[in-house]
């Protein structure tokens, strides 16, 4: 099979869905965007991060790399920083995540939003319920941002990640 076709055509398909959420985003002079689109990018943003590690894993897969001994690295600041990501010079991180997140097959514990059925007739009160968030609030989006812009930079170089996932 020729692995370079497939990879640069599956590359280029999944640049279009990113840009695409990237244009989607829309943020506000804040970083603000509503939740329903926080979400709606959130849903499509999982699958996209892991189709890109399957390209970098069979991009990946004949590498040769020579280990050697961890060693620690010393900053533009001079402190020693072992195991960290390198940062940009705006200060987000430049490391995409190699591996998907482990998944929890533990049974999710369900709890009530109903009122408990006891009255406290002469004792307190019980604590209000706390409110059910809009779909139209506004809240923070720079981890989606962030996330997207991290997938786009492992897109455009794939070669680096692969030399990263087979060290």
């Known amino acids: 099979m020729e692995w370079a076709a497939i ?28 939740r329903q689109l926080r979400n709606y ?26 280990v050697r001994p961890l060693r620690s690295v010393i900053g533009a600041s ?27 097959f533990a049974p999710r514990r369900r709890y009530s939003r109903s009122v408990p059925r006891i009255l406290f007739l002469d004792g307190p009160t019980p604590p209000p319920l706390p409110p059910i968030p809009s779909d139209n609030e506004m809240v923070d989006a720079t981890g989606v941002c962030r996330r997207l812009a991290s997938v786009r930079r ?14």
């Open 7 to 34: 990879i640069e055509s599956n590359r280029a398909a999944l640049l279009r869905v990113v840009v695409a959420l990237l244009d989607l985003a829309g943020l506000t002079e804040d970083g603000k965007m509503r």
């Open 78 to 104: 001079g402190a020693r920083q072992r195991g960290r990501s390198p940062k940009l010079t705006d200060g987000t991180k430049t490391a995409f995540p190699l591996l998907d997140p482990l998944k929890n």
């Open 154 to 167: 492992a897109l455009d170089d794939i070669d680096a990640q692969a030399r990263r996932l087979a060290r």
């Open 41 to 66: 990018l959130t849903r499509i943003l999982r699958p996209a991060e892991s189709a890109a590690r399957r390209l970098i894993v069979i991009a990946a897969r004949d590498l040769v790399v020579d």
